[in-house]
């Protein structure tokens, strides 16, 4: 069973910065592509940014310019570097990664979570 562990989220003030990190089971070359969602109190989880296997990065409109998600493949693992953190950044950040099966669908593994809180 694949395990995505998240750390480094916590408090921080409006226009700092912090990194989280993730630490996969499993190479994070056996998957297709990872990536990091956030889910604010009272809205849907949402996309903030995703690396694929061959590197290729996308972003959500609203972090675009000020998050930056990178890999460390010796360590099997992705950060999520934030800086210019705004109240509205804050939320619960989960780690997610997907393989293509052989069917074509997408098996998805989601991490258990961390706490992102920037104060105004």
């Known amino acids: 069973q694949v395990q995505l562990v998240e750390s480094g989220g916590g408090l921080v003030q409006a226009g700092g910065s912090l990194t989280l990190s993730c630490l996969a089971s499993?190479?994070?070359?056996?998957?297709?592509?990872m990536g990091w969602y956030r889910q604010a109190p009272g809205k849907q989880r949402a996309l903030v940014a995703q690396?694929?296997?061959?590197?290729?990065?996308n972003y959500a409109d609203s972090v675009k310019g000020r998050f930056t998600t990178s890999r460390d493949n010796a360590k099997n693992t992705v950060y999520l570097q934030m800086n210019s953190l705004e109240p509205e950044d804050t939320a619960i950040y989960y780690c997610?990664?997907?393989?293509?099966?052989?069917?074509?669908?997408?098996?998805?593994?989601w991490g258990q979570g961390t706490q992102v809180t920037v104060s105004s």
């Open positions: 997610t990664s997907y393989r293509t099966t052989p069917s074509g669908s997408r098996r998805i593994y």
């Open positions: 499993e190479s994070i070359f056996s998957f297709a592509a």
């Open positions: 690396m694929t296997s061959g590197g290729s990065t």
